[in-house]
């Protein structure tokens, strides 16, 4: 039986990650979307090529693996870049993530949820993909804080937390402790298990 499909959303420096470990403990299996773009950064020669073609070879590690914070450099503030990275991964990340899901529901116990975090569900059409959504948001001056940086410029050509929010399942306001997080994570996990 295939466990019921999570995706946590949300902005820059909301707390998805910290909302994605909050699941695990309570027993959901996790994938991070991050990890996914990291094997196939690492692995994945068709990803290494493309982004090599697009970027140059500058943007390779001394171990010739794609460097991200080399790639970041090249795609802050370039939308056409930002959008060339995007169609490479996104695309590979989905297909990475439903193979992790369907192997779940081949286990003799499989887990009753599955979590991944996708921070641009709405904007790349994959909510179709999950059972629910759970939106985590925060304060702009709060999320300014937790990433040193404003991540309002990044954050111009996607869908407001607003828009968001009335699509979502689950809306978390991230602005408490992570005891306060780990509870609404306890509850969402409840229902979930529930029905």
Known sequence: MRPVAVAITGGIGAGKSSALAAFERHGAATVSSDEI??????????????LVQRFGQEILDPDGVPDRHAIAERVFGDDDALDFLESVLHPRVAAEYLRWREWL????????????????LYEVGSEARFDRVVLVTAPLGLRKARKAFDPAPREAR??????????????????????????FVAAVMGELRDG
């Open 37 to 50: 773009v990291h094997e196939l950064l690492r692995a994945d020669p068709e990803v290494k090529d493309a």
């Open 105 to 120: 529901g081949t286990l003799p116990e499989p887990p009753a949820v599955c979590v991944t975090e996708v921070p641009l």
């Open 158 to 183: 996607l869908l407001s937390d607003r828009d968001k929010a009335k699509k979502a399942d689950f809306v978390y306001v991230n602005d408490g402790t992570l005891d306060d997080l780990d509870a």
